[in-house]
C-alpha cells in the first residue's frame, strides 16, 4: 500500500473549531425531537383521557339505562295491578261509576305524563326523578282506588243482603196479601151470590087491547095483543139498596128465543160464561130487605103462536125464577 507524507507543519497544528453551521442542524434536530415526544405524549394523555370520558358517559348511560328499566318495570307492576282492580270492579253499581270513572281518569292522565318521560331517549336525571316521583304517586293512586273499590263492593254486598232480605219479606207480605185477595175475594162472590135477587108469584097473561084502551085478559092466541108478566122480588137483606138490572127471556112455543132488536133486546153474559138472548132489560130500583112486585108488558111485532111461552128471569148472571104462558087456537065464536 502506498502512503503519502504530508508535511510536519501541517499535522502539529491545533483542529480547528466545528463549523457553526453543524451545531445548529443538532439543535433543531433535538428540539424537533423534543416536540415530537411532547406530541405522542400529548395523544397518549388526550386518548387516555377520552377513553375515560366515554367509560363515565357508559357508566353514566348504564346507569340510567337501568335506571329507566327499573322505572318502567315499577311502572308495569303498577299498571297490572291496576287493571287487575278495573277487572274486579267491572260489575260495580252504577250509582258508583261516576266516582270511579273520574278516579280512572286521574290514573290515566298520570300513567301517559309518565311514559312520555320514560319514553325520552336523552332523559335527564330530573326527568327520571320526576318520572319516579310520579310512579310513586300512581301506587298510592292505586292504592286509594283500591281501596274505595272494596268500600263500593263492601257495600254492595250488604245492599244485596239487604235486598233479599226485604225480598223474603216482601215475598212474604205478597203471599200474605194474595191470600188475604183470594180469602175476600171468596168472600165477596159468596157475598154477590147472596146478594142475588130471587123472583117468585108469576103470573103472566095474554092481553087483548080494545078500543077506548080498555083490556081485556084472553088465552086465545090470536088475539093476545101483548104480554104482561108480572112477579115479585123476594126481600134480601144482603143486596144493597139501588139499581139492579134484570133481564126477562121469553121463549116462543117452536123454541125460539124471542128477540127483537128494536124493541130493546139483545144478549148477556151469564155466571157460566154464556151468551144469553134476552127478550127485554128492566132497570128496578131495589130497596134492601122488601119484596117488589114487578109489572113488565111485552108487544111483539109479530103475531102470538099457539102453544106455551116460556118466560125466565134473570140477575147478576142467574136465573132468579121462571114462569110459562099457554095459548090456545081460538075457535069460530074465540
Same mark, same amino acid.
Given at each position: ?42 395523544? #397518549?394523555?388526550?386518548? $387516555?383521557? &377520552? +377513553? /375515560? ?5 357508559? !357508566?353514566?348511560? *348504564? ?54 318521560? #320514560?319514553?325520552?331517549? $336523552?332523559? &335527564? +336525571? /330530573? ?5 319516579? !316521583?310520579?310512579? *310513586? ?198
Amino acid at each position: 500500500m502506498a502512503y503519502e507524507n504530508f508535511p510536519a507543519t501541517e499535522s502539529t497544528q491545533p483542529a480547528a473549531p466545528p463549523p457553526p453551521k453543524n451545531n445548529m442542524r443538532n439543535l433543531l434536530t433535538g428540539g424537533l425531537l423534543v416536540a415530537l415526544l411532547g406530541t405522542w405524549g400529548y395523544i #397518549l394523555y388526550d386518548k $387516555n383521557q &377520552t +377513553k /375515560e370520558t366515554i367509560q363515565l358517559k357508559d !357508566t353514566q348511560l *348504564a346507569t340510567t339505562t337501568s335506571e329507566k328499566d327499573q322505572l318502567r318495570k315499577e311502572l308495569d307492576d303498577a299498571t297490572m295491578q291496576y287493571d287487575m282492580i278495573k277487572t274486579s270492579s267491572a260489575n260495580m253499581a252504577h250509582s258508583k261509576d261516576s266516582i270511579v270513572t273520574q278516579r280512572d281518569r286521574d290514573i290515566a292522565a298520570k300513567r301517559t305524563q309518565i311514559q312520555q318521560l #320514560l319514553s325520552k331517549a $336523552n332523559a &335527564t +336525571k /330530573e326527568e327520571l326523578a320526576q318520572a319516579k !316521583t310520579l310512579i *310513586a304517586s300512581l301506587n298510592t293512586d292505586i292504592a286509594g282506588y283500591k281501596t274505595q273499590i272494596e268500600t263500593l263492593q263492601g257495600e254492595k254486598i250488604v245492599l244485596i243482603q239487604e235486598k233479599e232480605t226485604v225480598t223474603k219479606e216482601r215475598d212474604v207480605v205478597q203471599k200474605n196479601f194474595d191470600s188475604a185477595k183470594s180469602v175476600i175475594a171468596e168472600r165477596e162472590n159468596v157475598i154477590d151470590i147472596g146478594s142475588t135477587l130471587h123472583a117468585s108469584n108469576f103470573a103472566i097473561t095474554g092481553i087483548n087491547e080494545r078500543r077506548g084502551g080498555k083490556e081485556k085478559t084472553t088465552s086465545t092466541a090470536k088475539r093476545v095483543d101483548k104480554l104482561r108478566i108480572s112477579f115479585d122480588l123476594d126481600e134480601n137483606r144482603i143486596t144493597q139498596s139501588g139499581n139492579k138490572t134484570i133481564y126477562i127471556s121469553i121463549t116462543d112455543p117452536k123454541g125460539t128465543p124471542v128477540t127483537v132488536e128494536a124493541l130493546g133486546s139483545g144478549t148477556f153474559k151469564t155466571r157460566e160464561g154464556e151468551d144469553k138472548f134476552f127478550t127485554q132489560k128492566v132497570e128496578v130500583n131495589y130497596t134492601q130487605g122488601e119484596r117488589q112486585t114487578i109489572n113488565v108488558d111485552w108487544k111483539q111485532n109479530s103475531d102470538f103462536e099457539t102453544g106455551n111461552y116460556k118466560i125466565e128471569v134473570y140477575n147478576n148472571g142467574f136465573k132468579i125464577g121462571e114462569g110459562v104462558k099457554s095459548f090456545k087456537k081460538g075457535g069460530l065464536f074465540g
